[in-house]
């Protein structure tokens, strides 16, 4: 049987047991501690890292549009009038150009990366083969003006209507149009003078060449919309004279002008009341 001395040692070792049992658990628990708030620093500072060198901005991607977002509550001001064209140009993507689309809108990371071509959005202007053929049709008619006598002065256009309404007033439009093709042949012929009012007017040898300036009807008729057709279709070319450089109505005509022509100079064709000659 133990003593009171040795119960009360016992009792004591026990208790130093346990003392150094819970100081053991203390240890273990104050290490963990530590270890977790180690790591939780850690997390925290990466992340505050991670979030500056993204600047704040997360980029979204779809198949048509690139969307960014920016943390910051700055306004952007948008220019307007000129300076809203100028920067619209500038920012429009050229033909041929890539954009590259971040696949993720919450990683940094490119995931899913899609590169897409930027179509032609409008068709390339490219006038040189219109322009081209502008300044060859304007030579063309150029050239056309210069061998065809069709511009003249108002005097030399109102002698012509004139003289065409005088002659062949009773005429449908293809013998009124005969009669202005006479007198231009005879502008162009080398045998005649080189302005519509001095071939009309022209009195060889005391001899009137159109009896309208003889009598003086070319002064006394009124010029009819018919009259003006045909000499505009003549102007532009139209032509059903076969060179003729002379126009004769028999019926009305003297003798002997009729006898020079039958003699000396050569019958093309005949047309309403007149007959059409030039030289043999």
């Known amino acids: 049987m133990k003593s009171k001395k040795d119960l009360r040692e016992d009792?004591?070792?026990?208790?130093?047991?346990?003392?150094?049992?819970?100081?053991?658990?203390?240890?273990?628990?104050?290490?963990?501690?530590?270890?977790?708030?180690?790591?939780?620093?850690?997390?925290?500072?990466?992340?505050?890292?991670?979030?500056?060198?993204?600047?704040?901005?997360?980029?979204?991607?779809?198949?048509?549009?690139?969307?960014?977002?920016?943390?910051?509550?700055?306004?952007?001001?948008?220019?307007?009038g000129i300076a809203g064209v100028v920067t619209g140009v500038s920012d429009t993507l050229s033909s041929g150009s890539t954009v590259t689309r971040i696949g993720s809108s919450c990683e940094q990371v490119i995931v899913g990366q899609r590169v897409k071509k930027v179509e032609k959005t409008a068709a390339d202007l490219n006038v040189s083969s219109s322009m081209e053929n502008k300044v060859n049709e304007l030579d063309a008619r150029s050239i056309t003006l210069a061998e065809n006598p069709t511009l003249m002065s108002d005097e030399d256009y109102d002698t012509l209507l004139r003289i065409v309404e005088a002659e062949a007033g009773s005429e449908d439009i293809k013998g009124r149009v005969l009669v202005a093709n006479v007198i231009m042949n005879r502008v162009k012929s080398e045998n005649f003078p080189d302005t519509v009012t001095e071939v009309v007017w022209d009195n060889s040898d005391g001899v009137p060449q159109f009896s309208p300036t003889y009598d003086g009807r070319i002064n006394e008729v009124t010029v009819s919309d018919e009259t003006r057709e045909a000499v505009k279709q003549a102007l532009k070319g139209t032509d059903y004279s076969e060179g003729a450089l002379f126009f004769i109505q028999k019926s009305a005509a003297e003798a002997h002008n009729v006898k020079w022509f039958e003699k000396d100079l050569k019958k093309l064709f005949k047309y309403g009341v007149h007959e059409f000659y030039t030289y043999k």
């Open 11 to 80: 009792a004591i070792g026990q208790d130093d047991r346990k003392n150094e049992k819970v100081r053991g658990n203390s240890v273990r628990s104050f290490a963990v501690l530590t270890l977790f708030a180690v790591l939780a620093m850690v997390i925290s500072l990466g992340t505050k890292v991670f979030s500056e060198n993204s600047s704040g901005k997360v980029y979204a991607a779809s198949d048509t549009k690139v969307v960014s977002s920016d943390s910051s509550d700055e306004e952007v001001a948008v220019p307007t």
